[in-house]
């Protein structure tokens, strides 16, 4: 079973910059993309950076040019900097990494970290 652990996140202040990682289990190769989903209290999940292993990288508009995806592949690892934090940003920050194979698709998930952004 694939386990996706994450650490980083916290309170940070206006402005200011965090970096969020997620260590999977197993060499991030096997999946067909890894990303970040985040959860503000009352709303839905949502997209915040995916990169697929072609490399093509996506971000919502809301966080382009603050936010970088990245990976480090020695060490099975995707990351997210994020810079310039806004209160808006406040919200539980899910690693995502999903497998297609066969026509099965498979979604795992981190447990989620917290990130406060203060005004």
């Known amino acids: 079973q694939v386990q996706l652990v994450e650490s980083g996140g916290g309170l940070v202040q206006a402005g200011g910059s965090t970096t969020l990682s997620c260590a999977a289990s197993?060499?991030?190769?096997?999946?067909?993309?890894m990303g970040w989903y985040r959860q503000a209290p009352g709303k839905q999940r949502e997209l915040v950076a995916i990169?697929?292993?072609?490399?093509?990288?996506n971000y919502v508009g809301s966080v382009k040019g603050r936010f970088t995806i990245s990976t480090d592949n020695a060490k099975n690892t995707v990351l997210l900097q994020m810079n310039s934090l806004k209160p808006e940003d406040t919200a539980v920050y899910y690693c995502?990494?999903?497998?297609?194979?066969?026509?099965?698709?498979?979604?795992?998930w981190g447990q989620g970290t917290q990130v406060t952004v203060s005004s």
């Open positions: 995502n990494a999903r497998k297609y194979r066969m026509g099965n698709l498979s979604d795992y």
């Open positions: 197993e060499t991030i190769f096997g999946f067909n993309r």
């Open positions: 990169r697929s292993t072609d490399g093509t990288i």
